[in-house]
């Protein structure tokens, strides 16, 4: 069933996968959202906020589907795919780590630290692969 | 699609999984508007809870039925949604039933009734009327003791819930902090209850003729969105209330996603 031929690009996309569906999850509820706020030195969000939250909720949905779909087929058929979210988890974890730093008050670094590490994930499975363009980075 | 040519069946398999997938995502991600639309569900995080769990569960009922499309009708796939429309058709009746009449509302109950119709039309002509409980070569029919003993344990807490429901209806919600005990929770509560009679008759049909991948699938997605679903709570600090939490649920969640992961990594390798 799984198509990807590489075992460790398989374990670290399934992480990935499950982290992409707890912070769906965590987006999509009113109080995990509020939570996830007020622990990563947000204000409270309103309404709004709530709305804008589960819209990326669903992005993240979006995003574990496309994993999923990913171990199922060979690495040849997702190399755009790969290079997408390495790209797109890059952007990601550059915001988080300028988030925190502005942040004013901070209870928790774990969403912090899951971005950072979803970025070296894809990265890693993005050379295991041979999906790099280039050479750079290539000890990854 | 289902790797089948009998268009009948497919459009019957394709209406399952509208209602199914409907159901899911109205259950799980607005619970609110079921809530606005039936007399009987006030705004509590109770109903929410109980709805959310529902919608889960048809998300994997979803899984499965899409895991059929890419791979083939699977018999063992039936003996899980066959009982489980039935049980479902006389949850829903019996609930409005019990309801003042100026609150039935009947809606879900004419889905159930379709549903029941499509997944029995399809079962029939997929596979006749014929019930084949050919026994498999092992037991489980796969050789690897890990996944033997793993799904020994999902037949045991299945039916020990099952067992344990009898014995005590509203042990799930008086043990599970922030649930309050009244007439609705109850009937949700034995909706629950039946989730776990389906799956005690799928895995005694599988005990006997072999485990089922669509199954397995089913039961990952599920176990999956519990996991994520319970690790959120805990993060927000509401999985326990003064200190207490339902151990017992908590483990039944956590060994459900091991155990789901161990089984489908060890045993897809063969589909």
Known sequence: MIKLEDRPSVIILSIITFIAIFYAFMFLGDNTASAFMERTGGSTPNEGTMFFMGTVGFIYIGIAIGNVMAMMAPASQSMVFFRAMALVSFIAALRAIGNTIIADEILTYAPLIATILVYVGYAVVMSRCKARIGTHFGWL | ?271
């Open chain 2, 1 to 271: 699609m289902f790797k089948t040519d009998d268009r009948l069946v497919q459009i019957c398999l394709g209406i399952c999984y509208f209602i199914a997938a409907m159901y899911a995502m109205i259950n799980f991600f607005n619970p609110d508007y079921l809530i606005d639309r039936y007399g009987t569900l006030d705004a509590t995080d109770t109903n929410r809870f109980f709805l959310g769990w529902y919608g889960m569960m048809n998300f994997g009922f979803v899984a499965g039925l899409i895991y059929m499309g890419y791979k083939g009708l699977d018999r063992a796939f039936f003996t899980y949604a066959v009982p489980l429309a039935i049980l479902f058709l006389i949850w829903g009746v019996s609930g409005q039933m019990a309801a003042d009449e100026s609150d039935q509302n009947y809606t879900a109950v004419g889905f159930f009734v379709i549903q029941l119709i499509a997944i029995i039309v399809a079962r029939a002509r997929a596979f006749g009327m014929n019930f084949d409980f050919t026994k498999a070569d092992n037991m489980w029919g796969t050789s690897d003791k890990l996944c033997q003993t793993i799904l020994w344990l999902g037949l045991a807490t299945q039916a020990f819930f099952v067992v344990g429901y009898f014995i005590n209806p509203s042990q799930l919600i008086t043990d599970t902090p922030g649930l309050e005990l009244n007439e609705v929770s109850q009937r949700f509560a034995t909706g629950v209850m039946y989730f776990s009679i389906a799956w005690t008759i799928a895995l005694l049909y599988q005990l006997r003729t072999g485990y089922s991948m669509s199954l397995i699938v089913t039961g990952l997605i599920t176990s999956i969105m519990f996991f994520a679903v319970f690790l959120n709570f805990a993060a927000a600090g509401l999985t326990s209330a003064g200190g207490e939490m339902n151990t017992l649920l908590v483990s039944a969640i956590i060994g459900n996603f091991v155990g789901s992961l161990i089984l489908f990594f060890r045993l897809q390798g063969n589909h």
